[in-house]
Structure formats: structure tokens, C-alpha cells
């Protein structure tokens, strides 16, 4: 009866340990874990075994414990052993993310912005960060990951890994973009390949928005892949914007009305139709100014309230002119008009008055001080500066008291 090869190996394993008792081991210092195993004896076993990939696999695991113990007892390597060097594992997960490159600072906001990687598997986690380095993310890059997306490490990035970033390349053109994409948003790495990611790439293309013009779409709003969602409704309100294919505002349209919700789009819709608009001048104004849909409803209706009652302007002025809807109530628009009335009210030149007012609210803050405020006497200048301070530092009613709801990220 032939004895099998695996025995071989288990007679050699007990020998080489019994001969441990009576041999001395080695006082020096083993700076790295060499795993050795008989050349000879791995060829016949591999020569004569012929069973499944699993079986061999178990094979190979045995033979690396036993040479491994086998290296261990004796101290010193035979000359007909194949070595294989491995470095000590990290015996914690903050040592790995300390050997990949983060600060302590940085390490401490990762475990402080999810706690259960304190526990978590240090070679599970090494294997991981091995993936996103071939993106070229960098430390600071991996804390910004964890901070909004905090399960991040916990999903199974792995899977068609190759094949998704491979897709990716194609789309986005340069690792660079990729990087910065799966920064903005990680789930990238994560959402079906082929049901989500190319599902929607495909829906865009269909109308008509460019692979390129995408792309960038997707940096500026990473809820994109995540939120788009077309009905007929939302088909309809695009077209009545009046916004054709060629326009450079076609791409904002698409994707906005996209990612939002349809009952969000009629309430904003519904916001600026009490101001004195028909539909069809609001969805000529998003097909304009795409990012008035970006606006809430609360921004807007306190703008379009002072501009009417205290600017005394009329609404057209706010649908022809979209920044006075963008531009901060309490840091622009009210401090410049206050001090729009107290030029007047001291008879001061140049005044702030008709064009130049709306001219005044689009201007930077140094130009607007050069030309309206340090342009007179220092003792005026001084007056001047410290009303518009004071009026600038007013707070909104009850705004220290408003109450914050931080929901999850919507990727």
C-alpha cells in the first residue's frame, strides 16, 4: 500500500518538534517570519495530487504551517528550503492606517467618526486600503471618505473592482478626476456596476447630455448616481424650460431636475407663483438660472420679501437680475442697502441709488468699500465703515437658536 503525501508531511512536523525538547532554541532576535518548506517534498505532493482548487488550496495552507513551525524550532534555514519573507502583521488597525501614511490627529477622527474600526480585522482593513491606493487617494483623502461616509470601510469594495475601474477611466479620462470623484462621493466604489453606475451614464446620454459634460456633473453633484430619477412630469418641465441641447445650461437643467424630487420642484415652483409669476416665466427662469432649483424655498421668499418691501424694487427686477435671489440676505443685501440710505441721508456723493444699486449688490466686498466707502475723508470713511459693520454683524431673529438637523448623506 502506497503511503500517501500529506502523511510524510505530518511525520516530518513531529519530528522536527520532539527534536525542539532536546535542541536549544536560538537566543537571537527574529526580526521577520520566514515561512520554509521542502522544495522536494512540494513537488511530489504537487506532482501526485490531482483534486480541486479547494483541496490544494487546504494543501498549500498546511505545508506553509508546518515549515513554518519547522522554521521556528530550528532557527536556521536548510539549504533545499524555498523561503518566503513576511513582515510582522499590524497587530491593531490604528497601526495600520499609521504605516499607510495617516497623522494621529487624522487617526483619531477616523475612529472618532466610526468606533468599530477600533475592533476591526488590521488585515481586512490593510487589504482595502491596498485597493484605494492603486487610485492614488492619499491620507487626508481617507479621512475625508470615513468622515461622510462612514461605513465605508464596512462594504465590499472589492467586488468587480477591476472591471468598475476600469469603466471609470473610460469615463472620467484621468485617474486624477476619478480620485477626486470617489472623494466627493465613496459610493462610487460601491453602487451596482451594471444596474446603477452604467444605467444612468446610459440615461443621460439618451438626453443628450455629453460623457465629458457628465463628468463634470458628477464632481459638482455627487448625487447624481445615486438620486436620478426621470418621470414625464419631470420630461415635461424640461422641455417647457426652453433650454435646447446646444445650450451650455442644458447639462444643469438635465441633471438638477434629475436628482431632485418631484414634489420638491412643484413646491419651488409653486414658492416664486406667489410672487406674481405664471409657470411657465418660473420654468423660463430654471431654464436660465438652473440653480435657482439648488435655493430653498425659505432663502428665497425671505430675498423676494425685502427686495419688494423694503428695496422697493419690483419682482421683475429679481427674475432679470437672479443674483438678488443667490446673494445673502443678512451679509449683502440688507447692510449695503442700509448703507445705501445712510449716504443719501448725509448727502454724501457718489450715491447709491437706481442702477448703481443693483450694480452695488453684485459687487465684491473690497470694490464695493473702495468705491462707495473709503473714497471720502478718513473722519466720514470711519462713520461710514462702522455703520456698515454694525448693520453687517445683525443676526436674523432667533437664528442662534435654530435647531440643525443633520440627516444621512444622500450617497
Known amino acids: 500500500m502506497k503511503t500517501k503525501p500529506h502523511v510524510w508531511i505530518k511525520l516530518r ?38 483534486e480541486t482548487s479547494s483541496a490544494k488550496s487546504r494543501l498549500w495552507t498546511q505545508i506553509s504551517r508546518t515549515a513554518g513551525t519547522t522554521a521556528l524550532v530550528n532557527g536556521t534555514p536548510d539549504e533545499n528550503l524555498v523561503e ?82 476600469k469603466f471609470f477611466l473610460e469615463l472620467f479620462g484621468s485617474r486624477e478626476l476619478l480620485r477626486r470623484a470617489i472623494v466627493r462621493n465613496p459610493s462610487l466604489l460601491i453602487y451596482d456596476l451594471d444596474s446603477k453606475i452604467k444605467r444612468v451614464v446610459e440615461l443621460y446620454e439618451g438626453m443628450g447630455v455629453p460623457r465629458q459634460d457628465f463628468t463634470l456633473m458628477v464632481l459638482s453633484r455627487p448625487t447624481v448616481m445615486s438620486r436620478t430619477l426621470f418621470t414625464d412630469e419631470k420630461l415635461e418641465f424640461i422641455q417647457r424650460t426652453g433650454v435646447s441641447e446646444k445650450s451650455k445650461m442644458y447639462k444643469y437643467v438635465v441633471v438638477l431636475m434629475g436628482i431632485s424630487r418631484l414634489e420638491t420642484i ?11 409669476f405664471s409657470e411657465e416665466e418660473v420654468l423660463g427662469l430654471f431654464g436660465r438660472s438652473p440653480l435657482v432649483l439648488t435655493l430653498s424655498t425659505d432663502k428665497v421668499q425671505r430675498n423676494m420679501t425685502y427686495v419688494l418691501g423694503t428695496m422697493k424694487l419690483p419682482a421683475r427686477a429679481a427674475f432679470d437680475r437672479p443674483f438678488l435671489l443667490f446673494a445673502n440676505l443678512e451679509a449683502v443685501l440688507k447692510p449695503r442697502y442700509l448703507l445705501a440710505e445712510k449716504i ?55 437664528v442662534a437658536s435654530k435647531k440643525n438637523s443633520h440627516g444621512r448623506f444622500p450617497f
Open 13 to 50: 512536523f513531529l519530528f522536527s518538534v520532539s527534536r525542539s525538547f532536546f535542541n536549544p532554541i536560538p537566543t537571537t532576535p527574529i526580526a521577520k517570519t520566514r515561512v520554509w518548506a521542502p522544495v522536494a517534498a512540494i513537488s511530489t505532493i504537487t506532482a501526485s495530487i490531482n
Open 84 to 165: 518566503e519573507a513576511r513582515d510582522d502583521p499590524p497587530i491593531h488597525s490604528a497601526d495600520v492606517f499609521r504605516k499607510w501614511g495617516c497623522s494621529d490627529s487624522e487617526i483619531d477622527t477616523i475612529f472618532l467618526r466610526r468606533p468599530t474600526l477600533l475592533r476591526a480585522d488590521p488585515d481586512l482593513i490593510q487589504s482595502k486600503l491596498n485597493l484605494l491606493s492603486l487610485l492614488g487617494l492619499t491620507s487626508s483623502d481617507i479621512v475625508k471618505i470615513i468622515n461622510c461616509h462612514p461605513r465605508f470601510f464596512s462594504s465590499r469594495i472589492n467586488k468587480c473592482f477591476d472591471e468598475r475601474i
Open 266 to 276: 412643484r413646491e419651488k415652483v409653486g414658492n416664486l407663483e406667489k410672487f406674481g
Open 344 to 398: 443719501e441721508e448725509m448727502g454724501l456723493a457718489p450715491q447709491i441709488k437706481g442702477p448703481k444699486l443693483l450694480s452695488a449688490m453684485r459687487m465684491k466686498e473690497d470694490r464695493f468699500l473702495r468705491i462707495f466707502v473709503t473714497c471720502h475723508p478718513e473722519s466720514i470713511s470711519k462713520e461710514l465703515m462702522e455703520n456698515y459693520r454694525n448693520t453687517k454683524g445683525l443676526k436674523r431673529l432667533a
